[in-house]
């Protein structure tokens, strides 16, 4: 199953999904600032979460949404670089994919992943 998914942000407050349309939820996590080198102006590392949710209809299986899940953590391999401007940031590890959560309205399927950036 390849699908394309809706993806919303967790501060898009005006977003109602639909029980009929799966989707992606994403959220930004900033975790924690390390100095790492002695200079005033010398930046500073960052890291951060990006937790992203398939949002799966309550009809399919665990293992569809979880086929899902899979999909987009392979998206964010190890070492895979994301720009925003001129700031670099990169996946730290391989994404962690938790089993699949049956809610009331969606099944849920957790895809963590780890960031790091120099600023």
Request: glycine fraction near 6%; hydrophobic fraction near 45%.
């Amino acid at each position: 199953m390849k699908a394309t998914f809706p993806i919303v942000w967790t501060d898009e407050a005006s977003y109602n999904p639909s029980a009929t349309t799966p989707y992606i939820r994403a959220t930004w996590v900033p975790n924690q600032t390390s100095r790492r080198f002695v200079g005033s102006a010398d930046p500073h590392q960052r890291t951060a979460i990006l937790q992203l949710d398939v949002m799966a209809k309550k009809t399919w299986s665990g293992l569809q949404a979880s086929e899902i899940a899979g999909q987009v953590a392979a998206h964010f391999p190890a070492d895979h670089a994301m720009y925003s401007g001129d700031v670099k940031c990169r996946v730290t590890a391989a994404p962690n994919v938790t089993g699949p959560i049956a809610g009331t309205v969606f099944m849920q399927v957790p895809v963590t992943i780890q960031i790091e950036a120099f600023a």
